[in-house]
């Protein structure tokens, strides 16, 4: 495999003056001028790289005996499993969730068994009551490994689907339930250790330096990847290759940082909205993943020194070209309040050609003799441009091909590009005291022991006036 064949490239000539405008575009002396400020971002967090909460940047460095022990257990999964089942939310879901959609066929499920290849896959990341009786009505749970995944091991949501689960399996299979479950936790903290401990599960651990956005590398992807067929190294090596790119604080050299400096310069400038629009639909759930990453690390009350800031910028996903005939028309004559990332593919992994037919009418048979791998790069390039006319920023990430190194490439690139944009803005991107507190909320609310202050202060809040529902 040549390496630089499959290099993505990001192309942010449409955030800049000469494509969008004067009045919005960005002007060469402006990241001239940002220069020294990208630089020392990107030395910051060299700086602090694998310390605290930043030990998923070295994830690239992999120990091969661990990974090789993933395979091992995801072949055993493959043979002797119909159906592997992740119970996770938030960063212990939404990675393994855009990896199926981007690397496994798009209708994975429906497929026969002996083309699957794999025990089919569903991620259950809500508690839903609807949905966990869907999810009964259509596995078998003799026939099922869970993975249970939270790097806390204390989130109500999936310790109840384990409740739940693990109750089901001990009244079917006694102690042969704890072979239908494998967890992923972190090794030293919460609850979910201490029961995997007691109850015996194969266990894999989250480094307490990797927070749950940013555990794709860890086994908290890796395992779910390698049960659906993914060459888990090969995804590794696409991160990988993307740190060695951006192995510089020279915009010119590192993409990652160049794109975060952009992001900096136009969230100033009032741009308080990243759309981010594959065309693809294999890089769909890329977009969700993308968003938790975004709205979770940037979106911060207070910065490093306590200062009350507001930081963030809110992410929002579109699919083209499904939602050119929803979102778009927003995009282009709406508020300037948006950045637009398009997420591009040179080659599809599959050619549709599109058949001759209806000779009598000019205005449907232009279509025919085409693809429909022409008609939606046509799609793409038509928005990119009717946006840039409409002086709207915009940039394009290409991907050569969707696989599992051009995807490790692209996954890599968010998180330096996240990590470098906390930095600039001076917020602790690591941490997440807003869901934190929502979470205690809950645990208040559901009566759990040493939340008494907290129920206090919900008992305490203003009650809902009936004036106000109608
Ligand atoms: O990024 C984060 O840390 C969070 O969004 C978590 O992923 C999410 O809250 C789930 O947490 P846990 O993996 O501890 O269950």
């Not at 499959?6 to 919005?24: A, P, Q």
């Not at 020294?36 to 460095?61: C, H, Q």
């Not at 003799?142 to 009244?171: A, H, P, R, W």
């Not at 992807?221 to 659906?228: D, E, F, K, Q």
Request: aromatic content about 10%; proline content about 4%.
């Amino acid at each position: 495999m040549d390496k630089n064949n499959l290099k993505i490239r990001f192309d942010y000539n449409n955030m800049m003056d000469k494509f969008v405008g004067s009045k919005e575009g960005i002007k060469d002396s402006d990241i001239l001028e940002m220069t020294p400020f990208a630089k020392n971002a990107y030395d910051t967090f060299e700086s602090i790289r694998g310390t605290g909460m930043t030990g998923w940047a070295n994830l690239v460095n992999y120990n091969k005996e661990e990974i090789d022990d993933i395979v091992n257990c995801a072949e055993d999964i493959r043979k002797n499993y119909e159906y592997f089942v992740v119970l996770g939310i938030g960063g212990s879901a939404l990675g393994p969730i855009a990896v199926f959609q981007a690397l496994c066929h798009l209708h994975y499920n429906d497929l026969p068994s002996e083309k699957r290849n794999g025990p089919k896959f569903y991620v259950e990341d809500n508690v839903d009551p609807e949905r966990m009786v869907a999810l009964l009505d259509v596995i078998d749970v003799e026939k099922t490994m869970f993975n249970v995944i939270t790097k806390s091991g204390s989130t109500s949501e999936t310790m109840t689907q384990y409740l739940i689960i693990n109750d089901i399996l001990t009244k079917k299979l006694g102690d042969k339930a704890k072979e239908h479950i494998i967890t992923t936790t972190s090794s030293s903290k919460g609850n979910l250790i201490k029961i995997s401990k007691k109850e015996g599960y194969k266990t894999y651990f989250i480094p307490d330096a990797v927070g749950g956005r940013f555990s794709e590398l860890s086994p908290v992807g890796l395992l779910p990847a390698a049960v659906l067929g993914v060459d888990i190294y090969e995804f590794l090596d696409g991160a990988k290759f993307m740190n060695e790119i951006c192995s510089s604080s020279d915009l010119d050299k590192n993409p990652a940082l160049m794109s975060a400096l952009l992001s900096y310069i136009s969230l100033r400038r009032g741009k308080n909205i990243s759309v981010m629009m594959p065309y693809a639909d294999g890089l769909k759930y890329i977009a969700d993943w993308y968003c938790q990453l975004w709205a979770e690390s940037i979106g911060k009350e207070v910065d490093k020194k306590g200062n009350l800031v507001f930081e963030g910028q809110t992410p929002v996903k579109a699919l083209g070209v499904t939602d050119q005939h929803s979102q778009v028309q927003l995009y282009t004559e709406g508020p300037f309040d948006k950045v637009t990332t398009f997420l591009a593919v040179d080659e599809y992994r599959k050619i549709v050609k599109i058949p001759d037919g209806c000779e009598d009418i000019p205005d449907v048979n232009f279509l025919c003799g085409h693809t429909m791998n022409e008609l939606i790069q046509a799609e793409r390039v038509a928005t990119e441009y009717a946006l840039t006319v409409k002086n709207r920023l915009n940039r394009t990430i290409y991907l050569p091909i969707l696989n599992a190194f051009t995807l490790g490439q692209l996954l890599f690139f968010f998180e330096l590009e996240t990590a470098y944009m906390g930095e600039m803005l001076g917020i602790d991107t690591y941490n997440q005291p807003g869901v934190e507190n929502g979470k205690n909320a809950t645990y208040a609310l559901l009566g759990r022991n040493g939340y008494d202050a907290k129920r206090e202060e919900l008992n305490n809040a203003p009650k809902k006036d009936d004036k106000y529902i109608i």
